[in-house]
């Protein structure tokens, strides 16, 4: 097993990057010259531009900056540099230390990590802080608060008391958000959300099968997660006569749609569809051919849905739902994006999703998500455009995280098979 997944992983990501091994960096500022910057402003890209990188920030971005003699120089001709990329839902605890490596090498600078052992994640962010291991920027909610259950890291809250106390004493312990899940009932929902709003916490919400999804919005809810979800909720409106997608779709498509998505927009509610996620489970798992075209067809349904979504103007963010299954950490949040394209994002807009949009979710856009003077220095530097065609976020050249140029071959090397 774990044989067949180092080789899965070394086939997934093998033909990306391939650069040379960046130079050791000396006590100088970092510089990447002549390069195409697109900042994820919506800005249009500048071109030629030399970019420098002191002491983990961006210090300058112009054309006409003279090398200091003691730099690193990086020669960015004829590349391209975004902003490093946000996973909003990922689960460490079950990808394990594995994921760190493929994130980075991936270009994945942040990632909000949606559920897991707090204390294990907490280990894993302070040794990323101290510098001993290589890894992206964690924001955490901890344990999953749930109705009945007996899935992993859900912790179960039965009754409105119990969910105050939970989120009080999470709250205490310091985590940054709360995640609420399916099997929770509908008062002890609305009593967390109102707790959480006292107290002044977020929460992000895998909607619960009782609540629909303009409830979870209007009790404050600040991001929902997966489209399916959507979908779940929906069917829980419509009631028993909902047997398939389309018994669910006039509740939540048309004007009954445009409804709901204002309802977001008005309450800034951000949605992580998690598209990849739903694609890779009846990909790997389907035996049975009409099985899979079903799940095709539904997969279709959930892209006009965040279609229309995005078009209403809801906030919406890249996340691959990564875990201990058949997603892989980083490259699969390339995947997302692409289906975002699909789904009719501009590739500005899809990169936006990843970088601008999460910084601001997460305020966090005074030091994060966008390429500028005074930011943290995260940054991908792309061989290829990618507003020309998304896929080319995967043509990673070199990583740059808090400024420091990270080895992405060295971390490829571990991959690799000896035996292969
Ligand atoms: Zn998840």
Redesign the pocket.
């Given at each position: 097993m774990r044989w067949r997944f180092i080789l899965f992983v070394f086939l997934v990501i093998g033909p990306i990057g391939c650069g040379e091994r960046p130079r050791e960096q000396t006590g100088g500022p970092l510089v990447i010259t002549h390069v195409t910057v697109i900042d994820a402003t919506g800005k249009a890209p500048a071109r030629n531009m030399t970019v420098v990188i002191r002491d983990g920030h961006i210090a300058a971005i112009d054309s006409t900056i003279e090398v200091p003699t003691n730099a690193t120089v990086i020669d960015g001709t004829g590349k391209f540099l975004i902003p490093g990329l946000w996973d909003m839902?990922?689960?460490f605890t079950d990808a394990t230390e594995a994921a760190f490596p493929l994130l980075i090498e991936n270009g994945v600078t942040g990632v909000r990590d949606?559920?897991g052992e707090l204390a294990k994640v907490d280990g894993w962010r302070k040794e990323i802080a101290d510098g001993t291991r290589i890894g992206p920027h964690i924001v955490r909610c901890g344990p999953i608060l749930d109705g009945p259950t007996e899935s992993k890291h859900h912790v179960v809250v039965n009754n409105p008391a119990e969910a105050v106390h939970a989120v009080d004493s999470l709250k205490q312990v310091g985590v940054d958000f709360i995640k609420v899940h399916r099997n929770m009932s509908r008062e002890t929902y609305f009593a967390l959300m109102e707790e959480a709003r006292k107290i002044g916490i977020p929460v992000a919400v895998?909607l619960p099968s009782t609540v629909t999804a303009q409830e979870a919005s209007q009790a404050g809810a600040k991001s929902l997660?997966?489209i399916e979800m959507l979908v779940a909720s929906a069917a829980y409106q419509v009631g028993p006569s909902a047997k398939r997608v389309v018994d669910v779709l006039p509740v939540i498509t048309g004007a009954a749609g445009d409804s709901i998505f204002a309802t977001f927009v008005k309450n800034n509610t951000y949605y992580v569809p998690?598209l990849v996620?739903y694609e890779r489970g009846f990909v790997l798992w389907g035996s049975d051919t009409t099985k899979v075209a079903g799940r095709a067809r539904v997969q279709g349904h959930h892209l006009r849905l965040v279609t229309a979504m995005h078009r209403a103007g809801v906030p919406i963010m890249a996340g691959s739902?990564f875990?201990d299954w058949a997603l892989v950490a980083g490259v699969d949040l390339h995947n997302e994006l692409a289906l975002f394209v699909e789904a009719g994002f501009t590739p500005m807009e899809a990169i936006q999703a990843a970088t601008i949009k999460p910084a601001t979710f997460l305020e966090m856009q005074d030091s994060l998500g966008t390429i500028e003077v005074g930011k943290i220095a995260d940054l991908v530097l792309l061989d290829a455009d990618p507003l020309e065609d998304i896929s080319h976020t995967r043509k990673i050249r070199a990583v740059v995280v808090g400024g420091r140029m990270v080895p992405v071959m060295e971390l490829r090397s571990r991959f690799t098979d000896p035996h292969s």
């Amino acid at each position: 097993m774990r044989w067949r997944f180092i080789l899965f992983v070394f086939l997934v990501i093998g033909p990306i990057g391939c650069g040379e091994r960046p130079r050791e960096q000396t006590g100088g500022p970092l510089v990447i010259t002549h390069v195409t910057v697109i900042d994820a402003t919506g800005k249009a890209p500048a071109r030629n531009m030399t970019v420098v990188i002191r002491d983990g920030h961006i210090a300058a971005i112009d054309s006409t900056i003279e090398v200091p003699t003691n730099a690193t120089v990086i020669d960015g001709t004829g590349k391209f540099l975004i902003p490093g990329l946000w996973d909003m839902h990922g689960h460490f605890t079950d990808a394990t230390e594995a994921a760190f490596p493929l994130l980075i090498e991936n270009g994945v600078t942040g990632v909000r990590d949606m559920g897991g052992e707090l204390a294990k994640v907490d280990g894993w962010r302070k040794e990323i802080a101290d510098g001993t291991r290589i890894g992206p920027h964690i924001v955490r909610c901890g344990p999953i608060l749930d109705g009945p259950t007996e899935s992993k890291h859900h912790v179960v809250v039965n009754n409105p008391a119990e969910a105050v106390h939970a989120v009080d004493s999470l709250k205490q312990v310091g985590v940054d958000f709360i995640k609420v899940h399916r099997n929770m009932s509908r008062e002890t929902y609305f009593a967390l959300m109102e707790e959480a709003r006292k107290i002044g916490i977020p929460v992000a919400v895998h909607l619960p099968s009782t609540v629909t999804a303009q409830e979870a919005s209007q009790a404050g809810a600040k991001s929902l997660e997966h489209i399916e979800m959507l979908v779940a909720s929906a069917a829980y409106q419509v009631g028993p006569s909902a047997k398939r997608v389309v018994d669910v779709l006039p509740v939540i498509t048309g004007a009954a749609g445009d409804s709901i998505f204002a309802t977001f927009v008005k309450n800034n509610t951000y949605y992580v569809p998690t598209l990849v996620a739903y694609e890779r489970g009846f990909v790997l798992w389907g035996s049975d051919t009409t099985k899979v075209a079903g799940r095709a067809r539904v997969q279709g349904h959930h892209l006009r849905l965040v279609t229309a979504m995005h078009r209403a103007g809801v906030p919406i963010m890249a996340g691959s739902d990564f875990s201990d299954w058949a997603l892989v950490a980083g490259v699969d949040l390339h995947n997302e994006l692409a289906l975002f394209v699909e789904a009719g994002f501009t590739p500005m807009e899809a990169i936006q999703a990843a970088t601008i949009k999460p910084a601001t979710f997460l305020e966090m856009q005074d030091s994060l998500g966008t390429i500028e003077v005074g930011k943290i220095a995260d940054l991908v530097l792309l061989d290829a455009d990618p507003l020309e065609d998304i896929s080319h976020t995967r043509k990673i050249r070199a990583v740059v995280v808090g400024g420091r140029m990270v080895p992405v071959m060295e971390l490829r090397s571990r991959f690799t098979d000896p035996h292969s």
